[in-house]
């Protein structure tokens, strides 16, 4: 995922997951990316690379933060997916979900190997 | 138009609601846990052709998931365990949520390196364990369902795949369905199973209820043949010495309808013997009080003051009486006067109705005068309202009424026929002393109507006084009486001891036949006299008295034999059973080696006593003695004497047969005899004459004593016993001191100790300890 400061300074971080929201949104977790949260509540645009093994495809989407979801559905299942594996892994207490941040899609483009390889 | 992609997906539809209706009405019709948990899995091998998935149970802790049923896994997984809250499964029990994943492996791979990373930078304490959970370690996708019933949670139904994204939505609405379905029939399985083992449960506490009432029921029963007896024997007590025409008699009675409903304590005064009870018992059946008469001999109350509150308790709402109160200890004495005079002072002050328990108390001692340095406070307070029994000698002119009485009384209750008594007699009667008072005329007419042979009674000379004497000895009172004899208290002369004396009544005129009897009565008795086991009854004196009668003196014991133990208070348990047994066996065993059969055990010739600290110490009783003239009796004999009242049923079949050689083992034999009946209550055979009886001993097999008991028994004494009860003596133990060790190697749910026997004799019977040491 990578993002921008307001004076331009861009950040890249790895994320684990992209949750489907809707034909239109994505969420992505909120967990303990301090850096690229304080990029995008300054500069909402963000630009994701997504590798799907099973398809063998990775996708490029350039995204718009719209708002911050601390309860509901969608916070829900990803609490419980973030929960389980936190627990099996000994990661209760730091994997902990925060918010979970939703984002428009402006654009989506199949490629055929991510930008930086 | 292609419709076939469309046709294909409808008829997987409808496989797929067929294998739907199929698992709902499969999973309906059991209510096995196994087969609910095999039909729901088997379902999703038909639904998904996949072979992983789980059915885990929350334990009762509520905070752990056992796994009670698996497919798929290399290693059965059966019986794996995850908490709640960790992993996919934990989580969705906490949450009660369904949870759906689709790349487990990738965001556990994102977990560790980001593990890796806080390592690196030195954040190793931030960090837990990783703790592995039932399931594929490679699995991609997962579906997890809770398995909740009204609002709890009973599981959760889980499915894997090491493929990521293998499930789509409508996967996990199949899985939904199915979960409901196990969710809904394991609740079942288990609401059955709970009400099965609550129908068990309810049906074993009945049949326990139904054996505890039959045997409190039994208890009771026997309570009250007992109570009933104590209140026949406690009325004959009442009627006697309130009869006759004498001024005496008449200011009794009036005293008597004059006490009765009055509240203050009263003391009877008068010599020993005189009627004291009789008159305290006249005053309390007078009273109207619907509570107990209760009967305290101060004298044996030394050390139990404890008990003598408890008395008073017992006597709520009726009447103690204190005989002998003269012999109360001073302490007890100081207690009970203040509790009278407080029972008075606010019964004057109206402020109780009537006092609870009515205080009458007995006194021989002579209170017209005072003992030097003045009465004691209690008596002081008793003395206020006294009355004097007079001695017979008073009221001589009451004698031809009381003899009367207690002519018909012991009479009827020896089942004798007795008109009148002769007037020689009755002039001898009336022109005694009767230094023993009424109990003394008492103690004389029972002897005279136990040996009185016609409907006219004769009372000897000899029989007053000095005749009640046999040998050295002075004979108190009769303490029992037999188809052979009668058995006395007897003091000796001079010195204090109290004895036993059996008398034994013969029908043998003077002459040769009756000379050799004596003879052979003398050498048993010295045999007897030669045996040094301290569990037989030890001989003192033998002979042959004016009248005729043979006699033994024994050594008194208090207690009681185990036919009274057994008919007062039930079946004893095994363990006690054992241990009396044990001690007739070294009783017997000395005899036995001395070439002497007892002949005749039975439960009333073992005597349970107290020695000092030791309790339940056992005495075999009526040792050898004229046992050979009785056995030599004819059957006509035997049942005119009363013999086949009790005895038959402890006979061994060589006896019963008339064999020539009869040696220890019939003793053994009778010896289990008698703990059969210890045991159960019952003798080893039912039967209605005496002939039935004997002829069981011989060809019958007895039922063994556990089916005759609520008790438990051993089964290694049962063995014990039902070898000592074989016809043939070669089958029995060979001795008295082998069935002891066998009784020895006895294992017991209890030890029989001194302590417990102790605590039966003080909850039992603490009026046959006070006077034994």
């Known amino acids: 995922?990578?993002?921008?400061?307001?004076?331009?300074?861009?950040?890249?971080?790895?994320?684990?997951?992209?949750?489907?929201?809707?034909?239109?949104h994505v969420?992505?977790?909120?967990?303990?990316?301090?850096?690229?949260?304080?990029?995008?509540?300054?500069?909402?645009?963000?630009?994701?690379?997504?590798?799907?093994?099973?398809?063998?495809?990775?996708?490029?989407?350039?995204?718009?933060?719209?708002?911050?979801?601390?309860?509901?559905?969608?916070?829900?299942?990803?609490?419980?997916?973030?929960?389980?594996?936190?627990?099996?892994?000994?990661?209760?207490?730091?994997?902990?979900?925060?918010?979970a941040d939703i984002y428009r899609v402006l654009s989506v483009e199949r490629v055929q190997h991510p930008p930086w390889t | 138009m292609d419709v076939s992609p469309n046709i294909t997906e409808l008829e997987r539809k409808i496989a797929e609601v067929r294998i739907l209706q199929r698992v709902s009405a499969d999973i309906n019709s059991t209510l096995d846990l196994d087969e609910i948990c095999d039909i729901a899995l088997r379902t999703m091998d038909e639904l998904f052709a996949f072979h992983h998935a789980n059915i885990l149970i929350l334990e009762p802790d509520n905070t752990t998931l056992r796994v009670i049923a698996s497919r798929g896994y290399e290693n059965q997984a059966v019986g794996g365990r995850v908490a709640v809250g960790t992993g996919v499964i934990g989580v969705v029990a906490q949450?009660?949520?369904?949870?759906?994943?689709?790349?487990?492996?990738?965001?556990?791979?994102?977990?560790?390196?980001?593990?890796?990373?806080?390592?690196?930078?030195?954040?190793?304490?931030?960090?837990?364990?990783?703790?592995?959970?039932?399931?594929?370690?490679?699995?991609?996708?997962?579906?997890?369902?809770?398995?909740?019933?009204?609002?709890?949670?009973?599981?959760?139904?889980?499915?894997?795949?090491?493929?990521?994204r293998s499930f789509g939505d409508h996967d996990r609405d199949l899985v939904t369905i199915v979960a409901n379905q196990i969710a809904s029939a394991i609740h079942n399985a288990r609401l059955y199973?709970?009400?099965?083992?609550?129908?068990?449960?309810?049906?074993?506490?009945?049949?326990?209820?139904?054996?505890?009432?039959?045997?409190?029921?039994?208890?009771?029963?026997?309570?009250?043949?007992?109570?009933?007896?104590?209140?026949?024997?406690?009325?004959?007590?009442?009627?006697?010495?309130?009869?006759?025409?004498s001024a005496v008699a008449s200011g009794l009675r009036e005293t008597v309808a004059r006490q009765a409903r009055a509240v203050a304590p009263l003391l009877l005064t008068g010599p020993a013997g005189s009627g004291k009870e009789a008159v305290a018992r006249a005053v309390h059946d007078a009273s109207g009080r619907s509570g107990a008469f209760i009967f305290v001999s101060c004298a044996e109350l030394n050390t139990h003051e404890s008990l003598f509150a408890n008395r008073f308790e017992l006597a709520s709402g009726g009447t103690v009486f204190l005989d002998g109160v003269h012999d109360l200890p001073p302490e007890v004495q100081r207690v009970l006067h203040v509790t009278l005079e407080e029972g008075q002072r606010r019964f004057l002050r109206g402020e109780s109705s009537?006092?609870?328990?009515?205080?009458?108390?007995?006194?021989?001692?002579?209170?017209?005068?005072?003992?030097?340095?003045?009465?004691?406070?209690?008596?002081?307070?008793?003395?206020?309202?006294?009355?004097?029994?007079?001695?017979?000698?008073?009221?001589?002119?009451?004698?031809?009424?009381?003899?009367?009485?207690?002519?018909?009384?012991?009479?009827r209750r020896l089942g004798k026929v007795i008109d009148r008594v002769s007037p020689d007699s009755m002039r001898r009667l009336e022109a005694y002393t009767w230094p023993g008072n009424i109990r003394e005329l008492k103690t004389v007419l029972e002897r005279a109507v136990l040996v009185c042979k016609s409907t006219v009674l004769e009372v000897e000379g000899e029989q007053l006084n000095e005749a009640l004497a046999v040998g050295s000895y002075r004979l108190v009172s009769p303490l029992g009486s037999g188809g052979m004899g009668e058995i006395w208290l007897a003091t000796h002369r001079f010195l204090v001891r109290p004895a036993a004396v059996k008398l034994i009544r013969h029908d043998v005129a003077p002459g040769a036949a009756r000379e050799q009897l004596v003879r052979r009565f003398e050498r048993e008795a010295h045999v007897t006299a030669g045996l040094r086991s301290p569990h037989t009854v030890q001989l003192y004196d033998f002979g042959v008295n004016d009248t005729g009668s043979f006699y033994?003196?024994?050594?008194?014991?208090?207690?009681?034999?185990?036919?009274?133990?057994?008919?007062?208070?039930?079946?004893?348990?095994?363990?006690?059973?054992?241990?009396?047994?044990?001690?007739?066996?070294?009783?017997?065993?000395?005899?036995?080696?001395?070439?002497?059969?007892h002949r005749d055990i039975k439960p009333a010739n073992l005597f349970v006593t107290r020695l000092g600290t030791e309790f339940d110490y056992l005495k075999v009783l009526d040792f050898g003695v004229v046992?050979?003239?009785?056995?030599?009796?004819?059957?006509?004999?035997?049942?005119?004497?009363?013999?086949?009242?009790?005895?038959?049923?402890?006979?061994?079949?060589?006896?019963v047969m008339g064999e020539a050689r009869i040696d220890g083992r019939a003793d053994l034999y009778s010896l289990a005899c008698a703990a059969y009946w210890a045991l159960t209550a019952h003798t080893i055979f039912d039967a209605t004459t005496p002939a039935q009886m004997l002829l069981q001993h011989v060809q019958a097999r007895p039922i063994p004593p556990s089916k005759r008991s609520e008790l438990s028994i051993p089964r290694q004494l049962e063995?014990?016993?039902?070898?000592?009860?074989?016809?043939?003596?070669?089958?029995?133990?060979?001795?008295?001191?082998?069935?002891?060790?066998?009784?020895?190697?006895?294992?017991?749910?209890?030890?029989?100790?001194?302590?417990?026997a102790r605590e039966w004799w003080e909850t039992h019977a603490p009026e046959l300890l006070a006077g034994s040491s």
């Open chain 2, 95 to 164: 949450k009660r949520r369904m949870m759906h994943v689709s790349n487990l492996g990738q965001q556990r791979a994102y977990a560790a390196a980001q593990r890796r990373e806080m390592e690196k930078s030195g954040r190793q304490a931030q960090l837990g364990d990783t703790i592995p959970v039932p399931g594929l370690p490679n699995a991609e996708s997962q579906i997890a369902i809770p398995l909740i019933i009204r609002d709890d949670l009973i599981g959760v139904f889980s499915i894997e795949s090491p493929v990521p």
């Open chain 2, 354 to 411: 009537v006092p609870d328990v009515r205080v009458l108390a007995s006194t021989t001692h002579d209170l017209r005068e005072p003992p030097p340095g003045g009465f004691l406070p209690l008596f002081q307070l008793l003395a206020a309202n006294r009355v004097m029994v007079a001695p017979l000698i008073d009221r001589r002119e009451d004698i031809p009424a009381l003899v009367d009485h207690f002519v018909r009384q012991h009479a």
């Open chain 2, 627 to 655: 046992k050979e003239q009785q056995s030599s009796q004819d059957a006509t004999m035997l049942s005119n004497q009363g013999m086949v009242q009790g005895t038959p049923a402890f006979m061994p079949p060589e006896i």
């Open chain 2, 552 to 597: 033994y003196v024994m050594e008194y014991l208090d207690g009681l034999d185990l036919h009274r133990l057994v008919t007062r208070f039930g079946p004893q348990a095994a363990e006690r059973v054992i241990t009396l047994m044990r001690q007739a066996c070294r009783s017997l065993a000395e005899a036995h080696e001395r070439g002497l059969v």
């Open chain 1, 1 to 24: 995922m990578v993002t921008c400061s307001a004076d331009g300074k861009p950040n890249t971080t790895v994320i684990s997951q992209v949750y489907y929201v809707d034909e239109t």
């Open chain 2, 193 to 245: 199973e709970e009400r099965r083992v609550a129908a068990a449960a309810l049906q074993e506490a009945n049949a326990s209820l139904e054996a505890r009432v039959a045997e409190r029921t039994a208890a009771l029963e026997r309570e009250l043949r007992v109570a009933q007896a104590l209140l026949k024997e406690a009325r004959s007590r009442v009627e006697g010495p309130l009869l006759g025409d």
């Open chain 2, 719 to 756: 063995t014990i016993l039902m070898t000592c009860l074989e016809k043939d003596p070669a089958n029995r133990p060979a001795s008295a001191l082998q069935l002891d060790q066998q009784l020895a190697q006895v294992r017991c749910e209890a030890a029989w100790t001194n302590e417990r």
């Open chain 1, 27 to 99: 969420a992505l977790s909120f967990q303990f990316f301090s850096k690229t949260i304080r990029n995008v509540r300054e500069n909402p645009r963000a630009f994701v690379c997504v590798f799907d093994i099973a398809g063998q495809a990775h996708w490029a989407l350039q995204l718009q933060f719209e708002r911050s979801e601390t309860t509901g559905p969608v916070f829900d299942a990803m609490d419980m997916q973030i929960e389980a594996i936190a627990s099996m892994t000994g990661m209760s207490g730091i994997f902990k979900l925060r918010a």
